[in-house]
Nanobody
Framework: QVQLVESGGGLVQVGGSLKLSCATSGRDSDIVIMGWYRQVPGKERELVAA??????IYAESVKGRCTMSRDNAKNTVDLQVTSLKSEDTAVYYC???????????WGRGTQVTVSS
């Protein structure tokens, strides 16, 4: 069974920075981590950063403040966000897919709270 495990969330002050990490576990030899999404209560899950096959794309709301990096050897993907704003508060989810079956996978999410 495949699992995506996010880590690195927590309480951060406005203007601060954080790094989220996503790792796979289980039968993950065909799993490719694609990116990060976030969701706040009452709203749809939205893209933060994702690899589209050619390059990493970023949401306009985080462009210039966000860097996604991948370690292919470890099959992990990190998301670094700086100059945090209160509107960055959300549950952040890691997204991946099985490159054989194309089945998507989601992590359980990690809460990020940005306070002033």
């Amino acid at each position: 069974q495949v699992q995506l495990v996010e880590s690195g969330g927590g309480l951060v002050q406005v203007g601060g920075s954080l790094k989220l990490s996503c790792a796979t576990s289980g039968r993950d030899s065909d799993i490719v981590i694609m990116g990060w999404y976030r969701q706040v209560p009452g709203k749809e899950r939205e893209l933060v950063a994702a690899f589209n096959g050619e390059r990493t794309i970023y949401a306009e709301s985080v462009k210039g403040r966000c860097t996604m990096s991948r370690d292919n050897a470890k099959n992990t993907v990190d998301l670094q966000v700086t100059s945090l704003k209160s509107e960055d508060t959300a549950v952040y989810y890691c997204n991946a897919y099985d490159r054989v079956s194309y089945r998507p996978y989601w992590g359980r999410g990690t809460q990020v709270t940005v306070s002033s």
